[in-house]
């Protein structure tokens, strides 16, 4: 349960056009600082920017996204992407990759292939039965106070207002998995 100052700490939103260029700021500090997989290849900020807008432009189009930001001032401190697991477009916008760019996070994208793997066996994924969180961080200073626990929460009842039955998420750090565990996920 959050307190009564966590929650007058920031306010969360659906994130939209307008948020882009402050939400990929931090989403590229975010990732390519505490995303241990992605953080040991060693990526170029300055590369990665413009994938990063075409990812949170495409997730933000699906309005499934949400961004924290500070009740005073109003900077955003948090995010979460999300996006329907049925939908494979994230496919076509790492083909458009740099080659050295997708050459650099091929790890990454075959560890998250064999991760998505089992959930995609079987009967094919409906869309909008399955929610996919795709990143969740929030800004150093802001870490320890619930934010990224809000964050997912108000993601999966968002989902579940959307007729989502499932979320689904690939944890990569500790941090991560103790935040998801918090809010229910296996």
């Not at 996204?65 to 995010?79: D, K, M, N, P």
């Not at 997708?102 to 994208?109: D, G, S, Y």
Request: aromatic letters at 4%; one cysteine or more.
């Amino acid at each position: 349960m959050m307190s009564q100052q966590a929650a007058q700490s920031w306010r969360i939103a659906v994130a939209g056009e307008p948020d882009l260029d402050e939400a990929v700021a931090v989403y590229l500090d975010v990732f390519l600082q505490d995303e241990p997989i992605v953080r040991s290849l060693g990526i170029d900020p300055v590369a990665m920017r413009p994938v990063a807008r075409r990812l949170a432009e495409a997730n933000f189009t699906r309005g499934l996204s949400l961004l924290a930001r500070e009740a005073q001032g109003g900077a955003v401190i948090g995010f979460i992407f999300c996006d329907d697991l049925a939908d494979d477009s994230g496919a076509g916008l790492m083909s458009q990759l740099q080659a050295t760019l997708r050459q650099r996070l091929a790890p990454a994208l075959a560890l998250l292939e064999r991760l998505r793997a089992p959930l995609k066996a079987g009967a094919p994924i409906v869309p909008g039965q399955v929610l996919h969180i795709a990143a969740i961080g929030t800004s150093p200073a802001w870490r320890g106070r619930g934010l990224a626990t809000a964050l997912l929460n108000r993601a999966v009842a968002l989902g579940g207002e959307r007729g989502f039955e499932l979320a689904v998420a690939e944890c990569s750090s500790a941090a991560s998995v103790r935040c998801h565990q918090r809010c229910g996920f296996q």
